[in-house]
């Protein structure tokens, strides 16, 4: 079956640095997104990874390695704005979404 | 990217009512949309792909007779909750992909709660 995996939830400090790691196994492979939820609203987009590598944007970096089925997401300069799920999706081989449950972080001043 | 728009944003009604939620595309023509349901502290879950001018492709285990969808054109398309019961309450979320090929980005209208009495 495919099967993506987060950690349910995270702490972490304002001004820290966090990693919210994924791990997937899928039926092919067409790209990796993040995607920020704040509690009670829809997904917005965070970041699209498809070649191994790090994408930098801003204050939040993702990685990939598709020979380990793994990628995280780095938020650095935390704000508390930052509070919210973090969600892992993967577009399989018929370009579905796979989505994983969410890593909720919390911050802390 | 593409704006996308739902209405109404909460809605409460009785068991045995139905309930349409309408799902926008603001600035950019859909072929196709997609409709997913989360609840509380869980992940998006997919019901069904929305596609223009033909019959939608519904999930394993979505009754199709009671989540009615409707793409009538490529900036519209509601999803009707027919003969809601309150195990229907749920963040209703439609979503609309990227016309770059080869990059399936979605974008996320802002979701309607559903709350069933």
């Known amino acids: 079956g495919q099967n993506i995996d987060q950690p349910t939830e995270m702490t972490a400090t304002e001004g820290a640095i966090v990693q919210i790691n994924c791990t997937y196994q899928?039926?092919?492979?067409?790209?990796l997104f993040w995607y920020q939820q704040h509690a009670g609203e829809a997904p917005t987009f965070l970041s699209y990874?498809?070649l191994d590598g790090l994408e930098e944007k801003g204050r939040f970096s993702s990685f990939l390695s598709r020979s380990k089925g793994y990628s995280y997401l780095l938020l650095k300069e935390l704000q508390m704005k930052d509070s919210a799920s973090y969600l892992c999706?993967?577009?399989?081989?018929?370009?579905?979404?796979?989505w994983g449950a969410g890593t909720k972080l919390i911050i802390k001043p | 990217g593409a704006v996308v728009s739902q209405h109404p944003s909460r809605v409460i009604c009785k068991s045995g009512t139905s309930v349409k939620i309408e799902c926008r595309s603001l600035?950019?023509?859909?072929?196709?949309m997609f409709w997913y349901r989360q609840f509380p502290k869980q992940s998006l879950m997919l019901m069904a792909t929305?596609?223009?001018?033909?019959?939608?492709?519904?999930e394993q285990g979505v009754e199709k007779d009671k989540f009615l969808i409707n793409h009538a054109s490529l900036t519209l398309s509601t999803l009707t909750v027919t003969s809601a019961h309150p195990e229907d309450s749920s963040f209703y979320i439609c979503?609309?992909?990227?016309?770059?090929?080869?990059?399936?980005?979605?974008?996320f209208g802002p979701g309607t709660r559903l709350t069933v009495l």
């Open positions: 600035d950019f023509q859909a072929t196709t």
């Open positions: 990874n498809v």
């Open positions: 929305s596609n223009e001018g033909s019959k939608a492709t519904y």
């Open positions: 979503s609309v992909v990227s016309g770059n090929p080869g990059y399936n980005e979605q974008f």
């Open positions: 999706a993967v577009l399989d081989s018929n370009y579905q979404l796979i």
């Open positions: 899928t039926s092919g492979f067409n790209g």
